[in-house]
């Protein structure tokens, strides 16, 4: 069975540029989180969506960030504009809402630099 | 914020040895997870407890809620090379949004 597919894998960009990060959700999975991971910080909490609905956006840093759950089969989150201090690794997790607790799987990450 | 605190950070032992990690906070949660994650990859749950004075073994693993569910320690018994990770707690309050811990970094020498 396929896990949670993270695209692009890697991403190189400049300063100012925009960036899309892509998500595929284990299927029949309802809730979906993206996460940010970095050696200062440690893995943060960005946003998560439930039923496609966006939940808890309070992790997000700023209005450069923006997330969004078109259909129960894919997420994307963007950066616009992107700066240096953005570069981190990106995950993205799905899993059941059930009665809390459930499993968390995650993505293989997109690893972020910006020049 | 950091809600949950790890100890150590960083820790490397010879293989053959016992390890102890721990996770604190100062909040309670329903539920507490650990996770490992090696390098390049994504973290991957190893355990869930969700019971104050719950104790889970997975094989060389041991798992324990404190009483009062706001810690947890990880018990690894012989460790061996293939343990080598990043171990991350995370703990929810309710529902199924979790806060990670800062992390432990154990590295097992042969």
């Known amino acids: 069975d396929a896990g949670v597919i993270q695209s692009p894998r890697h991403e190189v960009t400049e300063m100012g540029q925009e960036v899309t990060l892509r998500c595929k959700p284990i299927s029949g999975h309802n809730s979906l989180f993206w996460y940010r991971q970095t050696m200062m910080r440690g893995l943060e909490l960005l946003i998560y969506f439930n039923n496609n609905v966006p939940i808890d956006d309070s992790g997000m840093p700023e209005d450069r960030f923006s997330a969004k759950m078109p259909n129960a089969s894919f997420s994307t989150l963007k950066i616009q504009p992107s700066e240096p201090r953005d570069s981190a690794v990106y995950f993205c997790?799905?899993?059941?809402?059930?009665?809390?607790?459930?499993?968390?799987?995650f993505g293989p990450g997109t690893r972020l630099l910006v020049l | 914020t950091q809600l949950l605190e790890q100890s150590p950070q960083f820790l490397s032992i010879q293989e053959g040895e016992n390890l102890t990690v721990y996770c604190n906070s100062s909040?309670?949660?329903?539920?507490l997870q650990w996770y490992r994650q090696e390098p390049g990859e994504g973290p991957v749950l190893l355990v869930t407890?969700?019971?104050?004075?719950e104790v889970k073994k997975l094989k060389r693993l041991t798992f324990q809620f404190g009483d009062a569910r706001k810690d947890s320690s990880l018990h690894i018994t012989a460790a061996q090379p293939g343990d080598t990770g990043l171990y991350l707690c995370?703990?929810?309050?309710?529902?199924?949004?979790?806060?990670f811990g800062t992390g432990t970094s154990l590295t097992v020498i042969p």
């Open positions: 407890v969700v019971t104050g004075g």
């Open positions: 995370a703990g929810a309050h309710t529902g199924n949004q979790f806060y």
């Open positions: 909040s309670v949660f329903s539920s």
């Open positions: 997790a799905s899993s059941l809402i059930a009665g809390g607790g459930e499993t968390q799987y």
